[in-house]
């Protein structure tokens, strides 16, 4: 697994909502049995969750998507089978967004 790869959510319950995970946990910690994981959620015109530095918009496959930095949670390893693609080019983007959730800088 690698940071910032893309998957689809396999959860019944909230894959509707949160259609994909990023995995934003470093890969130099892989002992543990979870992921770091945010949710990707498409984009709506009228989107109260949209906040420039906490949750930026992302183009993925032709659709704009908010990074909810905000819901960072980790989830077992071995649920995220559906890699799909990485989000590697937009890391610094990411990062900022994860950093702003915590120190609010």
Do not use: C, W
């Not at 894959?15 to 934003?24: C, F, G, H, N, W």
């Not at 959620?41 to 009228?46: A, E, F, L, P, V």
């Not at 080019?89 to 994860?98: S, T």
């Amino acid at each position: 697994m690698a940071q910032f790869d893309v998957y689809r959510n396999p959860s019944k319950k909230t894959s509707k909502a949160y259609p994909l995970l990023v995995d934003v946990q470093n890969s130099v910690i892989d002992q543990l049995a979870t992921r770091l994981t945010v949710p990707l959620i498409k984009r709506s015109t009228k989107s109260s969750l949209y906040m420039k530095k906490l949750t930026p918009e992302i183009e993925y496959e032709g659709e704009t998507y908010l990074f909810l930095a905000q819901q960072l949670s980790a989830i077992p390893e071995e649920v995220l089978r559906d890699r799909i693609g990485s989000l590697e080019q937009h890391r610094d983007l990411l990062i900022d967004a994860i950093d702003f959730a915590i120190t609010g800088i």
